[in-house]
């Protein structure tokens, strides 16, 4: 069965610095997303990407956060300048029209 | 706006029993519901979802979930609770079945099954 592949599983930085996490969509499928969780909050969403342009962003998505699909199969999401609030759990998903599927998630620590 | 609330972070039910974890949902809008399970080191699975036809809706691994608009709720249930259903369980709203409408997710609730 398709899935959503994330890389990395875990990635550690330094407040300040820029990170980039990837994630390859299903490949058949338009719609892509990004939903963050902080340990032992709930999942909240990020930004969804369509047709090569954001379709919709939440508040979090501020203008530090950047999404980008760089060619035919990844799809990333780059922080800018990242913050120890940044540490979460980010999970990648992707859906034609119907059911998004969801990636394992990257861990991100910011030391 | 919509928001969903998952009543107790840790459910505990012995082998065997019904399952049944809540679900509490607020929209301004038709809502399309959704349950999501997680298990460890893993992605979100879809489990089932509501797009307004039937309110009984059966999902995978013997899991269904009742829509009941006068009470605002989603609740999951299973009738035998199994060892491998132990994980983590999201209960989620959205303003569509699809489409680049995201998705706001429940705290979650921390399914246990006692052997």
């Known amino acids: 069965e398709p899935e959503v592949t994330q890389t990395p599983s875990h990635q550690v930085t330094q407040m300040g610095q820029e990170v980039i996490l990837r994630c390859v969509p299903i490949?058949?499928?338009?719609?892509f997303y990004w939903y963050r969780q902080i340990l032992g909050q709930k999942v909240e969403f990020l930004v969804s990407?369509?047709?090569?342009?954001?379709?919709?962003k939440s508040e979090i998505f501020d203008d530090q956060f950047s999404v980008e699909r760089p060619d035919g199969s990844n799809f990333t999401l780059k922080i800018r300048s990242t913050k120890l609030e940044d540490s979460a759990m980010y999970f990648c998903?992707?859906?034609?029209?119907?059911?998004?599927?969801f990636g394992p998630g990257t861990r991100l620590t910011v030391t | 706006a919509q928001s969903v609330t998952q009543l107790g972070s840790h459910v505990s039910v012995s082998e065997g029993a019904l399952v049944l974890l809540r679900c509490n949902y607020s929209s301004s809008v038709p809502p399309y519901l959704f349950w999501y399970v997680q298990y460890p080191n893993q992605g979100l699975q879809l489990l089932l979802k509501?797009?307004?036809?039937?309110?009984l809706v059966k999902g995978i691994n013997g899991f269904e979930a009742e829509f009941k608009k006068s009470e605002t709720s989603f609740h999951l249930t299973k009738p035998s609770a199994h060892m491998s259903d132990a994980a983590e369980y999201f209960c989620a709203v959205s303003r569509s079945g699809g489409g680049a409408d995201g998705l706001t997710f429940g705290k979650g609730t921390h399914l246990i099954i006692q052997p």
């Open positions: 990407f369509y047709n090569n342009e954001i379709s919709e």
């Open positions: 509501y797009t307004s036809a039937a309110t």
């Open positions: 490949s058949n499928h338009l719609y």
């Open positions: 998903a992707s859906s034609d029209e119907g059911q998004k599927y």
